[in-house]
């Protein structure tokens, strides 16, 4: 009775996992189906829905070959497990073929995340250079040998799956046999001849993967030459293709051993390959190194420095003009007057305090959020005038908790609204910037006609605009004002099954369930400007820091994009986010703030961008299809410019012995920020270079290694000639201070060290801003901005500017009267007036307050300590009046 219940209860057992496995399919793939089905509502929104449809064309066609391989392979080793299990027991084999349609299907579904290999395999286009070794064009390092490499790696994986499912089986069968020998004696031939198989097809791919191997040696990164060496040309290289036919050679042995049921000898076929590879790859290679190469490496090795230095400086696009700057100490102030453009974009307001300035006073509301600050330059009254700007971009997480209701974060708060701008250099008598766009609404000298920010960096909800709720706009006074979406971004959700479709996306019941909804409501997705490029472009790089402009009046985030590449030949590798040795400013993306709309600006004709562009014209727009207000607003991004510096400070050596000996590397100089030593970052400057127009620039300076002082500045030019590099080399012997130097200078003044002892003795922090490296005529001057931040206030104000020429230098409360004062206008035998009377006025203020504070807690010594600092401070200004300093 009991073995009856088992028998009925065994095929029930395997209904239930049968049923099982089949709703586990059909959740996974109806979910697969609802988020495909509203990306593509989504794309086709963007007016990008064939664009879709041909992406998910390759990631079929990827599918299609690796499910083909796939399934042929496994149902090829079903059959011949099946042939050895009739051979064996007289029965066919149990093992149902939907299994290895059920793995057939899986180990595609993982690998056809690189849908890109195919693209760029079958769509290459040729860079027209070619590598040094094998005389083989760029492109098929770039575009053919990844997929390649994908195949061979998927036919690797399922024969050794194949070899894996074999001998589990057969141990299975065979479990009951007592002794090897035994088991060879039982073994049915067609199971020898199928193990053989498997075996001799491991070993073949090993020797394509040793063949396809050399080509990966041309894109190493050890040693002292960033791709192939003399040890791999000449020995590596002839080793793996020796190798890769030995390897072809044991797999025929391992099929002769299969006929002849010596299974023991499959483990002494690897064991000779791993050992020949040992000796070939590792051994010889070695003992050649130290033996023949290291003793002579500088002559063995000078040819293959020089290709790494000339494909390092084109995988980087590292096409630099080299000029010299003769540093003169001739600069008067009719010179600096002559370059008053340049003077008045000297940027003082460094972006890291301007946040807190622009959070305090122009958030408006706790809502609101300033999330970055980032440069540009605008036409003010026909004035070449460098920004800083600023997105006010609306938080649902801000609200308080009682406020962030289903309703509140999908259907009221959608949208930030306006944008905070101010010179570089203009400051206030308080101490703050001079807002050129502010408040709610914007008003100021730049016209914002379309304040709404629906896409930005924090609007990572989904939001549903045009319903019978209005949405919040902006506040007045203590009223809000509401209003109605009146663009074209998002999907319509003009029906029903919309609405279910979207609301199962989110998991969100109360999409579906909401009556605020109409047939003209749309529902925005994928908001985040980031994520928004990532979702249709996955292929590019994007830089950190997009920024938003204003354009005929409208808002628009620029983002950065970059091609990249892994394996470009004899380029040496940097690190950004993942290794890369290939990089391009290839796309510039503009997104409309208010609709979404998404342009990608091709901007350099190089070949991984041309792939692409021949891949999807849908998405890819000519730079000349650019208008003139959206090209004045792209600029070199700070991410590439540092990935530049950084390889160009050791590739910028054209002798091979040089480079070898190390004898000229840069670095990148250090400065002080907020009394920490940190590498100084690239920053944009409006200067003249040859021609009298100022131009905006963004520029790095350079130190000779392990010293202080400057001994170049690279500038990548931002305007009419977009992207050009330019080097100035200060002429040999030549000593310009470096950024440490300075500020071991500031730092030593006894007057200024003196008003920062005041200062500090009030109890604010002091916050030296960034050191800018400022060229003029033939000259270079230093300008740090230095900020006053109260101990309890979070508004940091602009109290000083140093400025640094020659051997000249002083602290002055505006960059006009420190430059006055270096050159010419008082005397430098006169003493410098330390601080101007509104500072003291101000610092007398706060000492007054902090010593009634001090009253009121019982503190009578502290009391003491505020009075005296008081006094000091009442002196100062009775001095500062007598010497006429008011």
């Known amino acids: 009775m009991a073995q009856e219940r088992f028998e009925i209860s065994a095929p029930l057992d395997k209904r239930i996992i049968a049923f099982l496995v089949i709703l586990l399919v059909l959740i996974i793939s109806f979910s697969t189906l609802v988020f495909v089905y509203t990306e593509y509502l989504w794309f086709d929104s963007l007016k990008l829905g064939n664009y879709f449809v041909k992406i998910i064309y390759y990631r079929l066609e990827l599918f299609g070959i690796f499910f083909a391989l796939s399934f042929v392979i496994l149902s090829l080793n079903r059959f011949a497990m099946h042939i050895a299990s009739e051979e064996f027991l007289g029965e066919p084999l149990k093992v149902p073929i939907w299994v290895f349609l059920l793995i057939s299907l899986f180990i595609p579904y993982v690998l056809t995340r690189n849908w890109i290999d195919l693209v760029f395999f079958l769509n290459a286009e040729e860079f027209g250079i070619k590598d040094p070794i094998f005389g083989i064009d760029a492109s098929f390092y770039a575009f053919k040998l990844p997929f390649i490499k994908d195949v061979i790696n998927v036919l690797f994986v399922l024969i050794v799956l194949c070899l894996l499912i074999s001998i589990i089986y ?55 030459v960033k791709g192939a060496s003399y040890t791999d040309v000449f020995i590596r290289m002839p080793a793996m293709l020796i190798l890769s036919i030995a390897s072809f050679g044991l797999a025929g042995a391992a099929i002769y051993y299969g006929l002849k049921r010596q299974a023991e000898m499959y483990a002494l076929v690897f064991f000779a390959l791993i050992a020949l590879v040992f000796i070939g790859l590792i051994l010889i290679p070695f003992a050649f190194q130290k033996i023949r190469v290291d003793p002579n490496e500088l002559s063995l090795e000078e040819k293959f420095i020089g290709y790494s230095i000339n494909y390092t400086r084109l995988a980087y696009g590292l096409d630099v003009e080299k000029k010299v700057y003769p540093v003169k100490g001739t600069l008067t102030i009719e010179n600096v007057e002559k370059n008053s453009g340049i003077i008045e974009n000297i940027r003082l307001w460094d972006h890291r305090p301007l946040l807190s300035v622009y959070r305090q006073i122009q958030q408006i509301r706790t809502y609101y959020y300033i999330n970055d600050v980032d440069v540009d330059r605008y036409y003010i009254d026909g004035n070449y005038t460098q920004l800083m700007i600023s997105a006010r971009e609306l938080s649902p997480d801000l ?9 509140n974060r999908h259907l009221i ?118 994520e928004r490029a990532y979702t249709l472009a996955p292929y590019l790089r994007y830089d950190s820091d997009p920024y938003i402009a204003i354009i005929d009046g409208k808002l628009y985030w620029i983002i950065d994009a970059y091609t990249i590449l892994d394996n470009f030949p004899y380029s040496a590798a940097v690190l950004y986010g993942m290794p890369l040795n290939y990089i391009r ?28 562009a021949k891949a999807f014209p849908e998405l890819f727009v000519s730079s000349a299809e650019m208008s003139e207000e959206e090209r004045i607003h792209i600029r070199y991004p700070v991410d590439l410019f540092k990935i530049q510096a950084e390889i160009y400070s050791i590739y910028h050596m054209d002798d091979p012995r040089t480079f070898y000996n190390k004898e000229d590397v840069w ?37 000779p290694k392990g010293r202080d002082n400057i001994i170049s500045w690279m500038a990548a030019r931002c305007d009419e000639n977009y992207g050009e590099l330019l080097l100035y080399e200060f002429p040999k012997g030549t000593l310009v201070y470096g950024p440490m130097q300075i ?27 960034n050191l800018l490296v400022i060229p003029i005529d033939n000259s270079i001057i230093y300008v740090e901005p230095v900020y006053l931040r109260a101990e309890n206030a979070q508004i940091p104000e602009l109290r000083g500017v140093v400025v640094s020429y020659e051997n000249r230098l002083v602290m002055k409360p505006d960059l006009q009267s420190s430059i006055r004062y270096i050159f010419g206008e008082v005397k430098p035998a006169e003493k410098p007036v330390a601080e101007d009377l509104n500072s003291l006025a101000r610092l007398g203020v706060e000492l007054y307050q902090k010593a009634l504070e001090e009253i009121r807690k019982g503190n009578w010594s502290g009391f003491g300590e505020m009075l005296e600092k008081l006094g000091q401070v009442l002196e100062k200004i009775n001095s500062t009046v007598s010497k006429g300093g008011s």
């Open 170 to 224: 057969y141990f299975l069968i065979f479990r009951w046999v007592k002794s090897f020998e035994e088991f060879k004696d039982l073994f049915p031939r067609a199971g020898f001849i199928h193990i053989s198989a498997l075996v001799a097809s491991i070993l073949v791919l090993a020797g394509v993967y040793l063949y396809i191997a050399r080509f990966d040696l041309l894109s190493s990164q050890i040693g002292v």
């Open 413 to 530: 708060y959608t949208h930030g609204y306006g944008v905070i701008a101010s010179p570089v250099n203009a400051v206030s008598e308080e101490g703050r910037p001079e807002l050129f766009v502010y408040d709610i609404p914007p008003q100021g000298v730049i016209r914002v006609e379309r304040p709404e920010i629906y896409y930005g960096e924090l609007t990572r909800d989904y939001v549903i605009v045009k319903t019978l709720q209005k949405e919040f706009d902006y506040p007045s006074g203590e009223r809000n004002v509401f209003s109605t979406y009146n663009g074209t971004g998002g999907v319509v959700m003009d029906d029903f099954i919309k609405k279910l479709i979207f609301s199962m996306r989110f998991g969100d019941i109360n999409l579906l369930l909401t009556s605020y909804t109409t047939s003209e409501s749309k529902i925005m997705l994928h908001r985040q400007i980031m």
């Open 743 to 769: 500020e071991a200078r500031i730092d030593q003044d006894p007057e200024i060290s003196k008003i920062f002892t005041l200062w500090s003795q009030a109890g604010s922090r002091i916050i030296r801003g």
């Open 667 to 703: 670095e990148i100089p250090t400065e002080l920020f907020e009394e920490k030593i940190v590498e100084m970052e690239p920053y944009y400057v409006i200067i003249t270079l040859e021609e009298d127009k100022p131009e905006f620039l963004l520029m790095l300076p350079f130190s």
């Open 585 to 612: 400013n290839s796309v510039k993306i503009f997104v409309d703030a208010y609709n979404g709309s998404m342009k990608f600006y091709v901007m350099s004709d190089e070949p991984v961008i041309r792939t692409l």
């Open 399 to 407: 609200l308080p908790s009682t406020a962030q209701t289903w309703v």
